[in-house]
């Protein structure tokens, strides 16, 4: 894949509706299979959710939250008081990365949240899942995975984006995508082909190497 894949990846908020194929999925799939695995476990399943189920889940999130049902995924999520220094410099950044490419409303914009209500009109979703009795360390392996399904994403031209707001109802995935009560939600990661919008000039970059790396000698 190279290093210029690793920099050509970026979050698609906002896809066409332009199809992406079984076949082309099967392939990332399988490329995805190849990522490391403690003791070759594999731990990983995924679902996918296209066409009627995906529009099921789709209208189905809409009116969980119309409904203000509050979301409860399947994974703890840090409040923000627990983050570090460091992360939260980066959580502020990026949210004047995102008012520098779309308007000072930031993620206020409607065009944003209305992205992100429709699931960023993905024509496709991943849903990866693990067994709800996994060590804490499989989610290495399934990060693992999810990064490597994003890169063979990028080196066919498909777009991606794993997002916490597309796994935060895993009662409505559960049962749209016959996902067993012994699995749980790691990730979605939406899938497809970008289309023009303003939300697809969000670019984000990294903090100094000298913020995170120690060497010792």
């Given at each position: 894949?190279?290093?210029?894949?690793?920099?050509?990846?970026?979050?698609?908020?906002?896809?066409?509706?332009?199809?992406?194929?079984?076949?082309?999925?099967?392939?990332?799939?399988?490329?995805?299979?190849?990522?490391?695995?403690?003791?070759?476990?594999?731990?990983?399943?995924?679902?996918?959710?296209?066409?009627?189920?995906?529009e099921?889940?789709?209208?189905?999130?809409?009116?969980?939250?119309?409904n203000?049902?509050?979301?409860?995924?399947?994974?703890?999520?840090?409040?923000?008081?627990?983050?570090?220094?460091?992360?939260l410099?980066?959580?502020?950044?990026?949210?004047?990365s995102?008012?520098?490419?779309?308007?000072?409303?930031?993620?206020?914009?409607?065009?944003?949240?209305?992205?992100?209500?429709?699931?960023?009109?993905?024509?496709?979703?991943?849903?990866?899942?693990?067994?709800?009795?996994?060590?804490?360390?499989?989610l290495?392996?399934?990060?693992?995975?999810?990064?490597?399904?994003?890169?063979?994403?990028?080196?066919?031209?498909?777009?991606?984006?794993?997002?916490?707001?597309?796994?935060?109802?895993?009662?409505?995935?559960?049962?749209?995508?016959?996902?067993?009560?012994?699995?749980?939600?790691?990730?979605?990661?939406?899938?497809?082909?970008?289309?023009?919008?303003?939300?697809?000039?969000?670019?984000?970059?990294?903090?100094?190497?000298?913020?995170?790396?120690?060497?010792?000698?």
């Amino acid at each position: 894949m190279g290093k210029n894949l690793i920099y050509k990846r970026r979050s698609i908020r906002s896809f066409s509706d332009e199809e992406v194929s079984d076949s082309l999925i099967e392939e990332i799939i399988k490329d995805a299979s190849h990522a490391p695995s403690w003791q070759n476990s594999q731990p990983w399943h995924v679902y996918v959710a296209k066409e009627g189920v995906l529009e099921r889940i789709k209208a189905a999130y809409k009116n969980a939250t119309k409904n203000n049902l509050p979301s409860e995924p399947d994974l703890t999520t840090p409040h923000r008081a627990d983050r570090s220094e460091l992360s939260l410099a980066n959580i502020e950044h990026w949210g004047d990365s995102v008012k520098s490419a779309i308007g000072d409303e930031g993620t206020s914009d409607p065009e944003f949240q209305e992205a992100r209500a429709n699931l960023y009109h993905a024509p496709a979703i991943a849903f990866l899942t693990a067994s709800n009795k996994a060590s804490e360390f499989t989610l290495f392996d399934l990060g693992s995975f999810g990064q490597t399904l994003m890169l063979s994403a990028a080196s066919w031209g498909v777009g991606t984006i794993p997002a916490y707001s597309l796994v935060k109802y895993p009662d409505i995935l559960k049962k749209e995508l016959l996902i067993p009560d012994n699995q749980e939600l790691v990730v979605g990661i939406a899938m497809g082909y970008p289309d023009d919008s303003k939300l697809n000039c969000i670019k984000t970059d990294r903090t100094s190497v000298d913020n995170i790396l120690n060497i010792r000698k």
